[in-house]
């Protein structure tokens, strides 16, 4: 069965320092998210992406933030000059269509700033 | 907010039992979906309601949507251990940007 993936499972990065969380999307699936989900608390929308361009995204993305999808499977979210309140747990999602259907989520990236 | 709100935030009940979390939302919507997350891993998709329905089934799942009332349960029907994880609503207005609430920790006791 298709399935989203993300790498790494685990980064830990020093304060001020930049780290790229990849995700392979399901290969036939034309929309993609970044969620955030600090330990035990809820799911946070970053950003959605569609056709190569953002499509929606929420205040807590800004300058720190940007997403790529630099090749035809691959899809990234940049983090800049991370903070410790950066620390949680990424998820990437995709979907077939926007809304309307199940969207797919990765087993998500831990990330620790120390 | 577009964004669901779960109640309660936690719910133990033994198995065997109905397990019955809430959902509130505050603007309209396209669709409200559930989905299930255990411990430290990714969301799974359950069920996706429309706005213009208001029941739906599947398997021991049954999901309400009251759109006047800007809210959704669902409901888990004899429940078994395996069911304890979080479970989600989310919410979708039609501008690609799927909002979760902070989700209902539901245990299941053998």
């Known amino acids: 069965e298709p399935e989203v993936t993300q790498t790494p499972s685990h980064q830990v990065t020093q304060m001020g320092q930049e780290v790229i969380l990849r995700c392979v999307p399901i290969s036939n699936h034309l929309y993609f998210y970044w969620y955030r989900q600090i330990l035990g608390q809820k799911v946070e929308f970053l950003v959605s992406?569609?056709?190569?361009?953002?499509?929606?995204k929420s205040e807590i993305f800004d300058d720190q933030f940007s997403v790529e999808r630099p090749d035809g499977s691959n899809f990234t979210l940049k983090i800049r000059s991370t903070k410790l309140e950066d620390s949680a747990m990424y998820f990437c999602?995709?979907?077939?269509?926007?809304?309307?259907?199940?969207?797919?989520f990765g087993q998500g990236t831990r990330l620790t700033v120390v | 907010s577009q964004q669901g709100e779960e109640d309660p935030q936690a719910l133990s009940i033994q198995e065997g039992e109905n397990a019955t979390m809430n959902c509130s939302y505050k603007t309209s919507i396209n669709n409200l979906q559930w989905y299930r997350q255990n411990s430290g891993r990714g969301l799974v998709h359950l069920i996706l309601?429309?706005?213009?329905?208001r029941e739906k089934h599947s398997g021991r799942l049954r999901v309400t949507l009251d759109t006047s009332k800007k809210s959704s349960s669902l409901l888990i029907t004899a429940s078994r251990a395996a069911d304890t994880a979080s479970y989600f609503c989310a919410t979708d207005a039609g501008n690609n940007d799927m909002r979760f609430g902070a989700g209902t920790r539901l245990t299941v006791k053998p």
């Open positions: 999602a995709s979907g077939k269509r926007s809304g309307d259907t199940e969207a797919f």
């Open positions: 309601i429309r706005s213009n329905e």
């Open positions: 992406f569609y056709n190569n361009e953002i499509s929606e």
